[in-house]
């Protein structure tokens, strides 16, 4: 069965600093891989997803993640974090064959300190 | 605006009753998915419906159901109602099967007191 891990419950970056949110993966096969962000009382909104060719997806609002196989990770990125990024982060892998639903990481929650 | 749309919003109600969710997928989406999110358990997927047919199941429990009809929209039946179902429940859609991007609503948040 696939499994998320995002290490971090909670991490903080100052404002204009670059932001790294990490999470680790285990799926049968070649995964397809999500990034999700959570602001307060929204539901979950899309920013990337990884499922074949270059190893660096660019998503929205200048988030970027990085597929490592060998490390089995895809940690999410940006180069300069802004207040407005504060949220919750989810990861979520599934296999890329077969009709498995999504599973998803415990969720990290992003501060950035002005 | 993701274009799933959930209601209601917030739900409020006593142990041992039963209350209907409601999901109307974007447009042109045949797949709906129900997840439930609480505190202690994370989002965990409950349900799948492809064009109106079951798809698949997670870890949903047998007081719970789900429908999807003729006109795509979902609904997730929760029965005999119990503290720890209290959670935020989210709808999400996507165009085909496979799951490769979903799209979810905002969300219901119940509250079983």
């Known amino acids: 069965a696939q499994s998320v891990a995002q290490p971090e419950d909670q991490v903080n970056v100052a404002e204009g600093n670059p932001l790294t949110v990490k999470c680790t993966y285990s799926v049968s096969g070649n995964p397809y891989l999500f990034w999700y962000v959570q602001y307060p009382n929204r539901g979950l909104q899309f920013l990337l997803k990884?499922?074949?060719?270059?190893?660096l997806v660019k998503g929205s609002y200048g988030f970027e993640a990085e597929f490592n196989k060998s490390q089995t990770s895809f940690h999410l990125k940006k180069p300069s974090a802004l207040v407005s990024d504060s949220a919750l982060y989810f990861c979520a892998v599934r296999p890329s064959s077969g009709n498995t639903p999504l599973v998803f990481g415990k969720g990290t929650r992003l501060s950035v300190i002005a | 605006d993701s274009g799933v749309t959930q209601t209601p919003k917030h739900l409020i109600t006593a142990t041992g009753q039963r209350v209907t969710l409601r999901c109307s997928p974007r447009s042109g989406d045949l797949s709906v998915y129900w997840y439930q999110q609480s505190l202690d358990q994370g989002l965990q997927f409950l349900i799948q419906?492809?064009?109106?047919?079951?798809?698949a199941k997670g870890n949903i429990l047998e007081r719970f159901s789900a429908q999807q009809f003729p006109d795509l929209h979902s609904e997730l039946n929760l029965s005999s109602l119990e503290l720890g179902d209290s959670a935020l429940y989210f709808c999400a859609s996507s165009v085909r099967a496979d799951n490769t991007e979903a799209f979810f609503g905002q969300g219901t948040r119940l509250t079983v007191v």
């Open positions: 419906y492809y064009n109106g047919e079951e798809r």
């Open positions: 990884y499922i074949t060719g270059d190893n």
